[in-house]
């Protein structure tokens, strides 16, 4: 049996592969730009409270605003990371911004009330489809489960999915979903087995990312950015970069929270958070001119700084 001395080496750093105690200029130099992350975030707080001060007496105006407080969330889980360099991991919820920059500046260019209820019927849904999975997957009748659902807990989730379904009998959602069912109906028809899953392809909208990137003018960051993060995000990045040649039959592996690419994903997450912010206040909140007018002046400023930088 081990000694306890042998047990608690094997649970300390190896500080080659993880630094856990980062240098003193290390750490001003990520805190440099986890510092205006937290700027962002700041200002956003403010907005998020301004709105819900204000809140206009229209249900669809949450839809963009829940989405504005988790572009905040990413951003401030962003900078937490980035102070500490670790800006691969970044990577990952820099690729969910963008998704969420995309899903705003939609929701704001037109039509912001119907394609509101859109993305809510289309969240609604998605519940439904889940709830529904959990009924065929555990229910008594399929024998391979080794633990089904009681008759209780039958009940309940059916509870939950009308509930939500009467939700579809309501001004607003009761559009959306009239839109989804004739839709899906016309598909059929014509044999078409695409499914209308993504809310902003709901009124003719763009069929997938690439074409809503590009309906936004965003062709380029899809193209440089998102698919080159995606494998990051979807774990085919582990190999590339993440070994170095020492030798003729010898490598090395990087350390953990390798901040080689910290300076682009912090360029990344200030752009596509700002714009955000600006694309929000323009639309959502136009009696707020003066203070869009205050932060846009400030995030440029600090981007000319931190590119001179």
């Not at 991991?89 to 998704?99: D, G, M, N, P, W």
């Not at 069929?207 to 995606?230: Q, V």
């Amino acid at each position: 049996m081990s000694s306890n001395t042998e047990v608690n080496y094997f649970f300390k750093p190896c500080k080659q592969l993880i630094p856990r105690e980062a240098e003193l200029r290390l750490v001003e130099h990520f805190n440099k730009y986890a510092t205006k992350l937290d700027d962002v975030v700041n200002f956003g707080s403010q907005v998020l409270t301004w709105e819900v001060q204000q809140l206009k007496n229209e249900e669809y105006i949450s839809t963009p605003l829940t989405l504005l407080r988790e572009s905040l969330d990413l951003t401030d889980s962003c900078a937490i990371l980035l102070s500490k360099g670790a800006a691969d991991s970044a990577k990952i919820l820099t690729r969910s911004l963008f998704e969420l920059f995309l899903s705003i500046g939609y929701l704001c260019k037109a039509d912001t009330k119907q394609r509101s209820y859109a993305y809510m019927v289309s969240s609604i849904l998605d519940d439904i489809k889940y709830h529904n999975s959990v009924l065929q997957t555990y229910s008594q009748k399929n024998g391979k489960v080794k633990m089904p659902l009681s008759e209780e807990q039958i009940l309940e989730i059916k509870e939950l999915i009308w509930g939500k379904e009467s939700l579809f009998d309501m001004p607003g959602y009761e559009d959306a979903y009239k839109y989804y069912c004739t839709e899906t109906e016309r598909r059929k028809r014509i044999k078409n087995n695409r499914k209308l899953e993504n809310w902003y392809s709901y009124y003719d909208g763009p069929r997938n990312l690439r074409g809503l990137s590009a309906e936004l003018g965003a062709d380029d960051a899809y193209t440089f950015f998102y698919s080159k993060y995606s494998k990051a995000a979807h774990g085919n990045e582990s190999f590339l970069g993440k070994m170095v040649s020492s030798g003729e039959y010898s490598a090395e592996m990087v350390q953990l929270r390798s901040f080689s690419d910290l300076q682009s994903v912090f360029h990344y997450i200030f752009m596509f958070s700002t714009s955000i912010l600006e694309t929000y206040l323009s639309t959502i909140l136009p009696e707020r001119s003066a203070e869009l007018e205050i932060f846009r002046s400030w995030s440029r400023q600090e981007m000319v700084k931190l590119i001179k930088d």
